[in-house]
């Protein structure tokens, strides 16, 4: 005889997001900061997807384990669950610090949500760029993001880990453009090397 989960039940909207993505993590962890009013108490409970697929089919029998870490979603106390873009405006409206603007996205015209649709157009080229922001649980990057994933990883390496511009990289750049500030080198490396 096999028995079925209890699903748990929430008062507040549950954010999902993935703990093994950078990209994810930061938004996660400002969306936790943003939850707590004065008094302590949280707007919505914001919580890393993990890597047991059981514990998340206790808050929706419907959730998979791999959607959720592809695709952002929030399960409404209502049993409901948004993802995509649809999933960022509830988690706008819940915060404190965003819901002063996010009834914007509720705002229909002849039953079209234009700002709604850009919301979710923005969160598409999000969640296809994000992979070359540091997520390697994220997969590869979209095809028509290839291209210019060289590039933005040559500009992270100007600034490093801690958002400062490298020295070293900063330096070796102006070399490689014949910069007036420094002196030519006799093994001035071609841009491309850089990329």
Known sequence: MTTV?????????VLLF???????????NWAKKSAVD????????????????????????????????ATIHILMPD?????GGE???????DLRNTKWFAWIFAVSIFGFRPFQLVLNLAYVILADVRPIFGCESCGKPSFWVR??????????????KSG????????????????????????????????
């Not at 291209?147 to 490093?160: D, H, N, Y």
């Not at 900063?170 to 071609?190: K, N, V, Y």
């Open 5 to 13: 989960p209890q699903v748990e039940k929430q008062t507040n909207a």
């Open 18 to 28: 993935n703990d093994e993505c950078a990209v994810c993590r930061r938004i996660g």
């Open 38 to 69: 004065k008094s302590g108490n949280a707007s919505i409970v914001v919580r890393p997807i993990g890597d047991d697929p059981e514990a998340l089919r206790l808050l929706n029998p419907e959730l998979d384990i791999w959607d959720a870490y």
């Open 79 to 83: 049993g409901s669950m948004k993802v």
């Open 87 to 93: 999933a960022v405006a509830e988690v706008l409206r």
């Open 147 to 160: 291209p210019i994933a060289p590039t933005i990883k040559w500009v992270r390496s100007l600034f490093g």
């Open 164 to 195: 400062a511009p490298s020295a070293a990289a900063l330096f070796s750049t102006l070399s490689a453009r014949g910069s007036p500030l420094l002196p030519p080198s006799r093994e001035t490396p071609p841009l491309a090397r850089h990329f």
